[in-house]
């Protein structure tokens, strides 16, 4: 593997480890779970508080 190519790849690691820093719109908890929606669209739940949202 190149030098070149390790790099890349180091950098597509670090972005996928890289938190995403959502937060709650209604209690502003971090606890944020990504989730399927039933038409297949991505929408988000907090575990802390039950609000859902996409």
Known sequence: MSA???EEADD??????????LSCPSCGSGHVAQ????????????????HSWS
């Open 35 to 50: 989730v399927l929606g039933d038409n297949g669209g991505v929408s988000y739940v907090c575990t802390a508080c039950g």
């Open 4 to 6: 070149s190519s390790s």
């Open 12 to 21: 597509l690691l670090a972005a996928a480890q890289a938190p995403a820093h």
